[in-house]
């Protein structure tokens, strides 16, 4: 499975870039203890609810900007000349990560 790098740049054609398509099988924070914040808050007489963004976070491994991303280091003329050489895999016309994000949080303040 390949996914599609848009460019922006004057006579970038959009080429075709390796995407990861496994999720992340280590993080730093153990999944288990989601279910235990989980299981606590469920039981406060204050009702809290806990989203847990960071299993679904780890499904999608490459929620990057693509080219638009602010680089550490000035790029050099080869790397402008070769946009796929440093740019994130993303598609932009297919929601993010990010929006995914917004329309739970979103659904979870307005119809709880």
């Keep these: 499975m390949c996914c ?13 870039a390796s995407c990861q398509q496994v999720p992340l099988s280590k993080l730093l924070v153990s999944l288990g203890s989601f279910y235990i914040y989980g299981a606590l808050f469920s039981k406060s007489k204050v009702p809290i609810t806990f989203l847990n963004i960071t299993q679904l976070s780890s499904y999608h491994r490459d929620a990057h900007t693509s080219i638009y991303k602010k ?3 000035p790029l050099t003329p080869e790397q402008l000349a070769n946009p796929v050489s440093y740019a994130d895999c993303i598609h932009w ?10 329309e739970l949080l979103f659904a979870k303040l307005f119809y709880p």
């Excluded at 599609?4 to 075709?16: A, E, K, Q, V, W």
């Excluded at 016309?93 to 917004?102: G, I």
């Design 4 to 16: 599609y790098i848009f460019g922006g740049l004057p006579g970038f054609i959009t080429t075709i």
């Design 71 to 73: 680089q550490w280091n």
């Design 93 to 102: 016309c297919l929601p993010r990560l990010q929006d995914t994000w917004n």
